[in-house]
């Protein structure tokens, strides 16, 4: 199987959330993909913020142009620069942001995979259709079980590129503002740098930005 860019969608807001999504980003690169942890590779909400508000930003609007720069990134990992998902459908519910980026990734038709070993969001010891429907009704219980059946269902959906235009305006926005600000954390070397993502997200995203 080609390697891959995966997307890991699910829960990152406690440190056995965080652990079991690290599991499963783990377990893909040993089967030789790489990987897009948003909490690792991306940025973290609380601690980006944290450094915008020492550095004088009011904490509401900090927080408004940092989802802002969130959403564009994880929407450009999502569309462009990874070819599947893994979805981690575990937790009291499903979580909120991993849902959204399920949706998407079912409507541009990427291949996905859904991972659950939780039955507290079953009803009647089934998933809500509206989730489930997205991955055929269909799941992985152990995380060693992933690389498998994501290369079951690349064979079944094969990943594609997307002609940008195609996409709605809004999508494309977001795209671009995506791009534009990983372009900026890689030429950074801000993996984990919280001060220089603060800086780049500042230049890019924060009010009266160019």
């Known amino acids: 199987m080609q390697s891959l860019c995966v997307y890991c969608a699910g829960p990152l807001f406690n440190q056995s959330e965080r652990t079991e999504m690290t599991a499963i980003a783990d377990v893909l690169v040993e089967a030789?993909?790489?990987v897009y942890l948003p909490h690792r590779d991306g940025m973290e909400f609380r601690l980006v913020r944290e450094v915008l508000i020492e550095q004088g930003w009011e904490a509401a609007l900090a927080g408004q142009f940092l989802h802002e720069a969130i959403f564009a990134l994880d929407v450009y990992q999502l569309v462009v620069a990874c070819d599947a998902v893994v979805w981690n459908l575990n937790g009291r519910v499903p979580d909120e942001g991993a849902v959204s980026e399920a949706a998407m990734a079912w409507t541009l038709g990427k291949?996905?995979?859904?991972?659950?070993?939780?039955?507290r969001s079953m009803i009647a010891g089934r998933m809500n259709p509206l989730l489930v429907g997205l991955v055929d009704f269909t799941s992985v219980q152990q995380i060693h079980e992933i690389p498998a059946a994501l290369h079951a269902e690349c064979r079944q959906f094969p990943p594609r590129k997307f002609d940008l235009e195609h996409l709605p305006k809004r999508v494309r926005t977001?795209?671009?503002r995506g791009a534009e600000l990983w372009n900026a954390l890689r030429k950074e070397s801000a993996y984990g740098e919280n001060r220089i993502i603060a800086e780049c997200v500042t230049t890019l995203f924060a009010p009266g930005a160019a």
């Open 32 to 34: 030789g993909h790489s």
């Open 174 to 176: 977001a795209v671009a």
């Open 111 to 119: 291949p996905m995979i859904a991972y659950q070993d939780d039955v």
